[in-house]
């Protein structure tokens, strides 16, 4: 079992950059598949991006590519969400999950067994 800590979020303007961060408890972080969700006020929780348990591999939703980067550090058992140029419809708030069941960068809520508790990102336009 893992629990997840964010961290990170806050008010920003619109092109303005956040750096949200995820730590994990546990000794087996790195068999964990990490990804970012996103919920806004009245919608669904969506994907934002995955890293793989190596942290080679990435996927990001269509939204978010080119501006946000996701990457972890097994040794510290955290994993990172870098938020560039954010946009008024970027803000929500944003839960870091864990996926134990060794997939191939999950993209659906289904896919992952933990949950952290969510950091608001409010972006102004």
């Known amino acids: 079992q893992v629990q997840l800590v964010e961290s990170g979020g806050g008010l920003v303007q619109a092109g303005g950059s956040l750096r949200l961060s995820c730590a994990a408890s546990g000794r087996t972080f790195s068999t964990y598949g990490m990804g970012w969700f996103r919920q806004a006020p009245g919608k669904e929780r969506e994907f934002v991006a995955v890293?793989?348990?190596?942290?080679?591999?990435?996927y990001y939703a269509d939204s978010v590519k080119g501006r946000f980067t996701i990457s972890r550090d097994n040794a510290k058992n955290t994993v990172h969400l870098q938020m560039n140029t954010l946009k008024f419809e970027d803000t929500a708030v944003y839960y870091c999950?864990?996926?134990?069941?060794?997939?191939?960068?999950?993209?659906?809520?289904?896919?992952?067994?933990?949950w952290g508790q969510g950091t608001q990102v409010t972006v102004s336009s």
């Open positions: 999950a864990a996926d134990e069941s060794f997939r191939i960068l999950p993209r659906r809520r289904e896919e992952y067994n933990y």
């Open positions: 890293v793989s348990r190596s942290g080679v591999n990435r």
